[in-house]
């Protein structure tokens, strides 16, 4: 373990705890039906993913891992990913399909990786701000991987991103603070504002019942780490189950309030959507250009949302078969309207608003009333939209549904 301040040495198993909580609350809301363990999935990403050392002098003690296309041309982008608490990162990478969408849409993965020796449970210390300030600590190492993924395969400095979950997302939204100069856009999947937290107290309280400021005490934030900083500010997308009880879906407001008043704008949406899944995009503008967008997944709890059936992702724990926040998250970067299973080439333009195939879901009713495609009554299971009855409410009784529309599910045949 490296030399750190008291608060850190005191904080590391609170800290686990404080994000970790995803690891023991939310996981039946979480799982997608087609589910494999963390550490299955982690198996088949690792002897894809590099590990990097030496890429610089890592203040924050993580580990680097790096996904290079064959044939990646030069001035390519950078994707970093952050995975939330006890995960991995190959785990994180092959559950929500970042390797295949780094093959169809011309990118450089980074997947960056948090150690037990800094927090008990892997969680990226986004509550101390040690980690999170510009040229300290986590958000400093993380600033040096892409750094040296940029000079190692000739990648486009101007085209760099970051997506992270949980408490990854957390970081996330601390790392786009921190270095506005380096990222042009991030995601933070259910995240926590910058700068929320600056104790253990202040961790928990953020994640629930989650912590309300002004839109411009939350901007302020931002900009207090980069005074003076006239250069342009990242995009951000904010994505937010509607039944998350590990990180209360109030932090989506809070980060919109956050990032539209970086970014000088404010908070009034200026169109919205409705994506297959129950899922609901609304996006706010700056000067007639997307600031921040705001993807709400009903019913959804504490889980990237993903589409395995698509080739986007493996699933697992808190991952939820839903949408492919993937695709949409790419597509908002710019990096092109081509999945893993499309033809074309990376870079084309795309709509990330385009349905897909009605999605056919196989599960116990437990399972789909946790994922928020059935409702409970009484004890036994309706298909949410439809009513159409289930049988019993337990993990004993499979039953197949349809996604025919945005959130309503109607019994089906077996799928397949």
Request: proline fraction near 6%.
């Amino acid at each position: 373990m490296r030399t750190t301040t008291l608060l850190r040495r005191a904080g590391v198993l609170l800290g686990a705890l404080a994000l970790a909580l995803a690891g023991t609350s939310a996981t039946p809301a979480a799982a997608s039906p087609a589910a494999v363990s963390l550490a299955a999935a982690a198996s088949p990403a690792a002897a894809s993913l590099e590990r990097v050392t030496g890429f610089g002098p890592n203040p924050g003690s993580l580990t680097m891992y790096r996904y290079v296309p064959d044939g990646l041309p030069a001035g390519a982008p950078v994707v970093l990913v952050l995975h939330g608490c006890t995960q991995d990162a190959p785990g994180f990478v092959s559950g929500g399909g970042w390797r295949a969408y780094a093959d169809a849409r011309g990118f450089a993965l980074v997947a960056a990786q948090q150690e037990t020796a800094n927090n008990a449970s892997r969680c990226f210390n986004w509550f101390q701000g040690a980690d999170t300030a510009r040229g300290r600590g986590e958000a400093a190492s993380l600033r040096q991987m892409v750094a040296h993924t940029v000079d190692a395969v000739g990648a486009d400095a101007s085209r760099v991103y970051v997506a992270g979950f949980s408490g990854g997302g957390a970081m996330a939204a601390s790392v786009l603070a921190a270095y506005p100069d380096v990222f042009a856009g991030g995601a933070v999947l259910a995240g926590i504002p910058h700068g929320c937290a600056t104790s253990m107290v202040q961790a928990f309280s953020c994640m629930n019942p989650g912590t309300t400021k002004t839109a411009a005490q939350w901007g302020g934030l931002v900009r207090a780490q980069n005074p003076g900083y006239d250069g342009p500010w990242p995009t951000v997308s904010v994505w937010h189950g509607s039944a998350d009880t590990t990180v209360a879906p109030v932090n989506a407001r809070e980060l919109v309030k956050q990032w539209t008043n970086a970014r000088g704008t404010d908070a009034s949406a200026d169109g919205s959507a409705t994506l297959p899944g129950g899922v609901t995009r609304t996006v706010y503008e700056d000067g007639g250009r997307t600031a921040v967008t705001d993807y709400r997944v009903t019913g959804m709890g504490h889980a990237v949302p993903v589409r395995t059936g698509t080739g986007c992702g493996t699933g697992g724990a808190y991952f939820a078969d839903v949408i492919c926040s993937t695709d949409h998250i790419t597509a908002d970067w710019g990096l092109g309207g081509t999945g893993p299973d499309e033809p074309g080439e990376p870079g084309e333009p795309g709509d990330p608003d385009e349905p897909s195939e009605p999605l056919c879901v196989t599960a116990s009713n437990y399972a789909h009333v946790a994922a928020g495609r059935a409702t409970v009554r009484y004890g036994s299971a309706y298909a949410a939209g439809s009513g159409d009855p289930l049988g019993l409410w337990n993990v004993f009784v499979t039953t197949s549904l349809t996604e025919t529309g945005p959130g309503h599910w109607e019994r089906a045949a077996l799928c397949g």
